[in-house]
């Protein structure tokens, strides 16, 4: 039995490092694009006039917005509501409880 639980807990860890590598990929490929991308449309241009054109943006700002809700995917049930809190909720809950019947 014993054996059984560490096979899936290796199984579920594995699968968990699978997709946090997904999501560092993902950054890292964000970072490359979006830097060339900024580059080749200042090219020919000066740095600072170039860099001042917003259309030189678009594409990073709204892949960014894919890149968040892929973070929140990876990392977000974990920081908001982890198994840490559920249990923290359910004894504030208990407690609470305790307390409105002893008054």
């Not at 054996?3 to 199984?11: I, P």
């Not at 700002?61 to 973070?71: Q, S």
């Amino acid at each position: 039995m014993e054996t059984n639980d560490k096979s899936f807990q290796y199984q579920l860890a594995k699968k968990r490092v699978k997709k946090i590598k997904g999501f560092y990929v993902h950054m890292l490929v964000y970072l490359f694009i979006n830097i060339a991308i900024i580059a080749v449309n200042t090219r020919g241009r000066g740095l600072i006039e170039g860099m001042q054109d917003l259309g030189n943006y678009f594409t990073a700002f709204f892949w960014g917005i894919g890149l968040f809700f892929h973070w929140c995917n990876v990392f977000g049930p974990d920081v908001f509501f982890g198994k840490n809190w559920e249990e923290r909720k359910i004894r504030e809950i208990m407690d609470k409880e305790q307390r409105n019947t002893w008054e």
